[in-house]
Each structure stands twice: as structure tokens, then as C-alpha cells.
């Protein structure tokens, strides 16, 4: 009698028939994700006086954003470098600072916005599906997905003239997330002001993919 570790190394019988397929199913989801930047850049005659500036005014916008329960406000990026003349010569120093908004409220951020126009400059705007509505639409396009596999399945059997399939490998996957649609270009420099008209929104669709790939077997 063959030893269970002689069994266990015995090759598996070989497949025929054998076939790969994909299939996939996609639709278009309502970006409800919005990202966008303020920055301030201030000029002046030291890197303390430049950082504190522009502590200062990112500081007081973190204040203004606090008052929006469903915006969350951060800073992002903040440096400070020197300038020089065509001669070489330091002339001063530059800073720039960054404030970065996230939301899914459409009415907030642009009413925020246009708060912090006041004394931030709108470096950019853009639109995503959110985590959460993204895995609903995937996890709904998993059943329509592999009812497409299936379907395909059926089409390559009657082709070969089978009389059905055997299932050797299924696996699932969802497409890469697509970047950031943006919206509204770099703005223009705005003089000091109480507030500014807020910008109108178009948030636009992305399209949501899943796809089914694997191999079946087709029986004679």
C-alpha cells in the first residue's frame, strides 16, 4: 500500500479543455468627495518674519474651518526659502503654506471657501468617489461581474460543444481608483477681503469596474 507522503506527492491528472475568460461590469458613480488646497505665500525681509506670517494666517484660517462641523481642515505643505537677485545677491525670503479641505458637503466647502478667499489663494480643486460610497458600487458590481463570467462561460461551452463547464479558478478584482477629477483650475490672487463669492460646483461621475477573471475546464 503507498505511504500517505507517496499520495501526497502525486502529480495531479492534467486538464484539458482548458480556457481563460474575463468579464467585468462598471457603471457610473456621483463623485461626493471634495479635496481642496489654499495656500498663502507672503514676502518679507527675514525667514521669522516670513514663517510667522504665514503661521499666522493659516492659524487663523484653521479657526474660520473649525466652524464647519463637516469639513475636516489641515495643514499641508509649509516652506520657506531665500531670494536672490540676477547677481547672486539674497534679496529676501519667500514662504509658502498650504491648507488642505476635505469634505462631502457640497454646500460647506464652497461657502468656506469663499471665507478664506479673503486671505488664501485657491490652488485647486478636485472631485473623487469617496471610500465608502466606492465600496458599495464595488460590492454591488461583484454579483454583476461574475453573472457576466458565467454568461461568457456558457458562450465559449456552446461554441465548443460542450455539454457544460467546470469552474478551476475564479478570482475578483476592482479597477485602480482613478485620480482626483479636477475642476477648477488655479485661481488668481485675491485682494483682501471679508469674503469672495464662493465657486459653483460640478462634481461629475466616475466610472466604478470590477472584474471577474478565471479559467474553466469544458466537459466533453
Keep these: ?4 507522503a507517496a499520495l501526497a506527492a502525486e502529480p495531479a491528472p492534467p486538464r484539458y479543455n482548458t480556457v481563460s475568460l474575463q468579464a467585468s461590469a462598471q457603471r457610473e458613480v456621483p463623485n461626493d ?8 505665500e507672503v514676502n ?3 525667514p521669522a518674519k516670513v514663517a510667522d506670517a504665514v503661521n499666522r494666517s493659516l492659524n487663523a484660517a484653521l479657526r474660520v474651518a473649525k466652524a464647519f462641523d463637516t469639513v475636516r481642515a489641515r495643514t499641508g505643505n509649509n516652506r520657506t526659502f531665500p531670494i536672490y537677485t540676477r547677481g547672486n545677491q539674497l534679496q529676501g525670503w519667500r514662504g509658502r503654506g498650504e491648507l488642505r479641505i476635505e469634505s462631502t458637503d457640497f454646500e460647506a466647502v464652497p461657502a468656506l471657501i469663499g471665507k478664506l478667499q479673503g486671505s488664501l489663494q485657491l490652488g485647486g480643486l478636485q472631485f473623487s468617489v469617496s471610500p465608502e460610497a466606492r465600496r458599495a458600487a464595488e460590492n454591488a458590481l461583484i454579483t454583476e461581474a461574475i453573472a457576466a463570467f458565467k454568461a461568457r462561460a456558457e458562450i465559449v461551452t456552446a461554441a465548443l460543444g460542450g455539454r ?3 469552474l478551476l479558478r475564479l478570482s475578483v478584482s476592482n479597477g485602480q481608483a482613478p485620480p482626483p477629477v479636477p475642476r477648477v483650475a488655479m ?14 460646483l460640478e462634481a461629475g461621475l466616475s466610472t466604478i469596474t470590477v472584474s471577474a477573471n478565471g479559467t474553466i475546464e469544458i466537459l466533453e
Excluded: F, R
Aim: proline share 9%.
Design 44 to 46: 518679507d525681509a527675514t
Design 1 to 4: 500500500m503507498a505511504s500517505a
Design 33 to 40: 468627495l471634495i479635496n481642496a488646497t489654499l495656500t498663502i
Design 187 to 200: 485661481a488668481q490672487a485675491v485682494s483682501a477681503a471679508p469674503a469672495v463669492a464662493p465657486p459653483d
Design 164 to 166: 457544460g463547464y467546470k
